[in-house]
T-cell receptor, first 114, second 115 residues
Framework: AQKITQTQPGMFVQEKEAVTLDCTYDTSDQSYGLFWYKQPSSGEMIFLIYQGSYDEQNATEGRYSLNFQKARKSANLVISASQLGDSAMYFCAMRESPGNQFYFGTGTSLTVIP | DTEVTQTPKHLVMGMTNKKSLKCEQHMGHRAMYWYKQKAKKPPELMFVYSYEKLSINESVPSRFSPECPNSSLLNLHLHALQPEDSALYLC??????????????FGPGTRLTVL
């Protein structure tokens, strides 16, 4: 079974609008971490935001927030006030603990339209 | 400072060439990783070094040879590559403390083309 599932291969959003990128995960561990990375066409994987399985509040980092629904095993990324520079591939990832394996989803390509 | 650097940015090599990719981090991280990434796909783990020892080798062909000279440096030696090895090669580092918060930080990658 896939550890991380991203069901949206491509998404479009109007500039200044908000967009939600979906991510569901599969684990039987109680302790795990969820991560989102942004990969522009230049190639670098940029760490955006982290959510721990025991964190009661949703993580936020500037315009990025993580909508964490533990019972549904989902960790959706919300980008508010989209900018043209947000156009990129976005990967959801999970790290189980203990253990050092990092699982990536297949990614979502986001295009911001002027 | 969450910077991981990689050189070169681009590399074109023939199938008989020998070349090396370099990666460096100064975050005091004890784990360093090599990933291979094809276009529009997620990164695929190749090797993990923890405390300068190879701890994970994901059945990578021997034409890829990793080396960790010290805790800040990671090399990937390339020899007799095939055209299908053309990809983006990403280096990453992390604390390696087995906690769920152990974030991997990535470098900008090396775009490799094998002719």
């Amino acid at each position: 079974a896939q550890k991380i599932t991203q069901t949206q291969p491509g998404m479009f959003v109007q500039e200044k609008e908000a967009v939600t990128l979906d991510c569901t995960y599969d684990t039987s561990d109680q302790s795990y971490g969820l991560f989102w990375y942004k990969q522009p066409s230049s190639g670098e994987m940029i760490f955006l935001i982290y959510q721990g399985s025991y964190d009661e509040q949703n993580a936020t980092e500037g315009r990025y927030s993580l909508n964490f629904q533990k019972a549904r095993k989902s960790a959706n990324l919300v980008i508010s006030a989209s900018q043209l520079g947000d156009s990129a591939m976005y990967f959801c990832a999970m790290r189980e603990s203990p253990g050092n394996q990092f699982y990536f989803g297949t990614g979502t390509s986001l295009t911001v339209i002027p | 400072d969450t910077e991981v650097t990689q050189t070169p940015k681009h590399l074109v090599m023939g199938m008989t060439n020998k070349k090396s990719l370099k990666c460096e981090q100064h975050m005091g991280h004890r784990a360093m990783y090599w990933y291979k990434q094809k276009a529009k796909k997620p990164p695929e783990l190749m090797f993990v070094y923890s405390y300068e020892k190879l701890s994970i080798n994901e059945s990578v062909p021997s034409r890829f040879s990793p080396e960790c000279p010290n805790s800040s440096l990671l090399n990937l030696h390339l020899h007799a590559l095939q055209p299908e090895d053309s990809a983006l090669y990403l280096c990453a580092s992390s604390r390696w403390d087995e906690a769920p918060t152990d974030t991997q930080y990535f470098g900008p990658g090396t775009r490799l083309t094998v002719l």
